[in-house]
């Protein structure tokens, strides 16, 4: 019950809470005692249920567009502070959210038993010594397996799931920061992920960059762009019974309309104007089995189209704010466009830019986490001359070593290798030890 004691009390004599299923009976007993009549009638919304005006009479009511949501509409547009806001804490959140999964991977890999519930009590308490941090916004969900298949799941503390590596586990993490309110849903997988697995995170995180990168007019709804988040599960004849995305408040509800993105109804009657801050979170759930989502908040901002056909104003959403790393062992990169490619890569290179440099210092384990979680793990050129790739065994007569780090008894380095030109930046993963590698010119061979 969501009315608890403290709310009653507060309320005190002046509300009554009856049970929900005697509302419609209640509403027809106010017009036959004759305290709702035709010149004394009920205030509805316009988005009230049929139902409710059957109930009251259609003469005993009198229907208009709500003040409140006209106010909620003019609230979800953030200003220049709270949109710097979204963007910083989201930075410091990244931190904490690298520190945790660098933990929990170490844990998994050395065997340290943990279940749903136990995870969640240390993120709460890494997020805790940030500055300005406030207190979840709901409370975090970790769901492994096939509980990771049920959309609203939430573990119970006695009787949870155990995590393990060779399963998926997805992550729904939100707080309240005194900037803004986070809501990131990442799926991980510390072992090797099936074809399917992979196959289906793929399609979501097309899916997801679909909207990441749309450019559509100014007042275009919610409803009119879900369907390109979806299509590309439609190839493989699979979809989401959930929203694509939902408002999200400045240090108030993760949950905040009136936009949204998704087939409802509502959203198709509220325009997405520079400003708005929203979800983007396709997933897809295998029943019994494993559950996927990619989730990060958005801001919808405006953008120079080379052209304004009908003086719309074009906007392009949107500005990922998001900072936390999307675990490449689950991509199947055939089906990924150069774009999308690229995509994977920038967003990569930019978390390890912002969220880096706040782990420097601090937390030698989660920095060298964030480096693998965000090392290029696709073939694209990354700029003039240079190919990023991830390769097994190497043999460089010449290479510079940049940096190295060692992690599950393999050693990851970012060389530049001078071969035939042009230079090539490429992650190695190899047999040695960390310290027989230091950086600078170095002949590795494995
Ligand atoms: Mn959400």
């Known amino acids: 019950m969501q009315v608890d004691d403290a709310v009653t009390a507060h309320l005190g004599q002046d509300v009554e809470v009856r049970p929900y299923e005697e509302f419609l009976s209640y509403l027809e007993d106010l017009v036959g005692t004759g305290l709702v009549k035709k010149d004394q009638p009920v205030l509805l919304g316009d988005k009230t249920s049929l139902a409710v005006v059957h109930a009251l009479g259609e003469e005993n009511v009198v229907t208009v567009p709500s003040p409140v949501a006209a106010m909620a509409a003019m609230k979800a547009i953030t200003n220049s502070t709270e949109i710097e806001g979204f963007r910083q804490y989201h930075i410091r959140d990244g931190a904490a959210l690298a520190r945790y999964f660098a933990w929990l991977e170490e844990q998994l890999h050395n065997g340290v038993v943990l279940d749903e519930s136990q995870r969640s009590d240390k993120l709460e308490e890494l997020r805790s010594e940030l500055d300005l941090f406030r207190g979840l916004s709901f409370t975090t969900i970790f769901s492994t397996g096939p509980n990771a298949a049920i959309i609203h799941y939430s573990p119970d503390p006695q009787n949870c799931a155990i995590i393990k590596k060779d399963q998926v586990l997805m992550s729904q993490t939100c707080c309240q920061y005194f900037d803004g309110t986070t809501d990131v849903t990442g799926t991980w997988h510390f072992g090797t992920p099936s074809e399917e697995e ?27 762009i879900d369907s390109w988040a979806r299509r590309y599960l439609w190839k493989d004849g699979l979809d989401y019974r ?12 993760v949950h905040e309309g009136p936009q949204g993105i ?16 929203m979800s983007n979170e396709p997933g897809y759930y295998a029943d019994g089995k494993w559950g996927i989502r990619i989730e990060s908040v958005v801001v919808v901002r405006e953008i120079e189209t080379p052209n304004n056909f009908g003086k719309f104003g074009y906007l392009r959403s949107f500005e990922r704010v998001t900072m936390c790393p999307i675990q490449t062992s689950l991509i199947n990169l055939s089906p990924l466009t150069l774009e999308e490619k690229k995509w994977l890569n920038e967003y990569h290179a930019e978390v390890e830019s912002k969220v880096g440099p706040l782990l420097e210092g601090k937390d030698a384990c989660a920095l060298a986490w964030l480096k693998i979680k965000c090392d290029t793990a696709c073939l694209i050129p990354l700029g003039r001359g240079s190919l990023a790739r991830r390769v097994e065994q190497v043999v460089f007569v010449s290479i510079y070593v940049q940096e190295c780090y060692c992690r599950y008894g393999h050693l990851y380095c970012r060389v530049f290798a001078r071969q035939s030109p042009p230079w090539f930046l490429i992650a190695v993963k190899s047999r040695h030890q960390c310290a027989s590698v230091p950086t600078g010119h170095a002949g590795l061979t494995d």
């Open 262 to 277: 998704g087939t409802r109804i509502a959203y198709n009657s509220s325009g997405l104007k520079a400003g708005m801050t």
């Open 242 to 253: 959930h929203g694509t995305g939902h408002g999200v408040g400045h240090f108030l509800n």
């Open 198 to 224: 992979k196959r289906a995170l793929t399609r979501v995180l097309q899916g997801h960059i679909a909207i990441d990168t749309a450019v559509f007019p100014t007042e275009t709804t919610g409803y009119a």
